[in-house]
């Protein structure tokens, strides 16, 4: 059985930009969930999709935004980027067990802002 | 607000020197503790899931155990493949929310 995939793998953008991070889920799955890791610091939950609607968000500012299509896959945007950005970014997902279920990661994109 | 401190931050071990991990947590409302271990430079590998008080799992030479403040996680015996860093989360009152904590760095030596 295939694992969460995400791309890219790496990302370097321009401070100001805006950044979009892609991830596919485990098949049969239909939550997505994204976590910021930046260095230094633990696994941050940002933001949690199921069945294509947002339903729950953490402590992060509205420029992180994200969405989720029929087929279940993801997508962050990360607008107006800033140099505290620079992070691996974390997918996960999970069957949906109306609270959130036992989530898998993948292996997570790494942004560098300069 | 859910909160888990983990320690300690790092530990050292020889080949075959069994040791604890520990992951204190504060919650409203538990509804998973979850143990992963996460290598430099990907993302968490998921090894166990605690639901009560009094559970025990066990995973070649990890055991983790749960009561109703503290997780430990046992690595029996470890090996130098066992080096990572392992990571503790709790699953509380905000759903589909994991509240980490900041992890324990361990190195196997051979």
């Known amino acids: 059985e295939a694992g969460v995939t995400q791309s890219p793998t790496h990302l370097i953008k321009t401070r100001g930009q805006q950044a979009t991070l892609r991830c596919s889920p485990i098949?049969?799955?239909?939550?997505v969930y994204w976590y910021q890791q930046a260095l230094g610091l633990g696994l941050q939950f940002l933001l949690w999709?199921?069945?294509?609607?947002?339903?729950n968000r953490g402590n992060f500012p509205p420029r992180f935004s994200g969405r989720q299509f029929p087929n279940y896959s993801s997508e962050l945007n990360v607008n107006a980027l800033e140099l505290e950005d620079s992070a691996l970014y974390l997918c996960a997902s999970s069957r949906n067990t109306g609270t959130g279920g036992l989530q898998y990661f993948g292996p997570g994109t790494r942004l560098t802002v300069t | 607000e859910d909160q888990v401190t983990q320690s300690p931050e790092a530990l050292r071990l020889q080949e075959g020197e069994s040791s604890s991990l520990n992951c204190s947590y504060t919650v409203s409302g538990l509804r998973g503790l979850f143990w992963y271990r996460q290598d430099p430079g990907k993302g968490p590998e998921f090894l166990f899931t605690?639901?009560?008080a009094g559970e025990e799992k066990e995973k070649e030479r990890l055991k983790a155990t749960l009561t109703k403040k503290e997780s430990f996680l046992h690595i029996t015996a470890p090996k130098p493949e066992d080096s990572a860093t392992y990571l503790c989360a709790v699953q509380g009152s905000s759903w589909g929310k994991l509240q980490f904590g900041a992890g324990t760095q361990v190195v196997v030596t051979p």
């Open positions: 098949s049969g799955h239909t939550s």
């Open positions: 999709y199921d069945e294509g609607e947002e339903r």
């Open positions: 605690l639901y009560s």
